[in-house]
């Protein structure tokens, strides 16, 4: 496997993104592939920023999250990040500064997603108390191309499709 890469995971909230992204890891790190996983919702806790949801802060958090992921793998680290970022400017942004990129989309229903609700997400858009949520409040805008679709967290599939584009992809050359 070569040098560093962004792994950017998106879908909706609670679609399997950080399931994907911590089987992935679990793989990388088994081959002995210097990783890390940069969990939306763990970055925010990490560096104690603060809980807005609005366009403005969505935008400058995925700016930041973008760049940090591209630090990274710059670094030589394959760099996993799952993390809604429901606009496709958020994800292209990312791409277009980063060595490496791959776009995984986790295309769980909207149906199933609502169901699984972990944080309690959905229910609290029902109410009213969550008018941001993307892909009910917030349009989620999902990759037109994603180099891989994974069906959920759970797609060995999906894994595998992600594993070998690591293995076969080579940097860009920034300079062009």
């Not at 950017?8 to 996983?37: I, Q």
């Not at 997400?121 to 949520?133: I, K, M, N």
């Amino acid at each position: 496997m070569t040098s560093g890469a962004v792994v950017w995971v998106t879908g909706l909230p609670a679609s399997g993104k950080s399931t994907l992204a911590a089987r992935l890891a679990a793989r990388l790190r088994a081959e002995r592939v210097p990783c890390a996983v940069l969990d939306g919702d763990e970055v925010r806790a990490a560096l104690d920023l603060p809980a807005g949801r609005g366009e403005a802060e969505r935008d400058r958090f995925y700016a930041a999250l973008g760049r940090l992921a591209a630090l990274l793998a710059g670094q030589g680290l394959v760099t996993v990040v799952p993390a809604t970022a429901p606009r496709r400017a958020h994800r292209d942004a990312a791409r277009a500064i980063a060595p490496r990129f791959l776009e995984v989309l986790v295309a769980t229903p909207p149906r199933t997603c609502a169901l699984r609700d972990p944080k309690g997400l959905y229910a609290a858009a029902r109410r009213g108390e969550a008018p941001e949520l993307p892909g009910t409040g917030t349009p989620y805008e999902p990759p037109l191309a994603p180099e891989v679709v994974a069906a959920d967290g759970e797609d060995s599939l999906a894994l595998d499709a992600i594993l070998a584009r690591l293995r076969d992809e080579q940097p860009r050359d920034h300079g062009e």
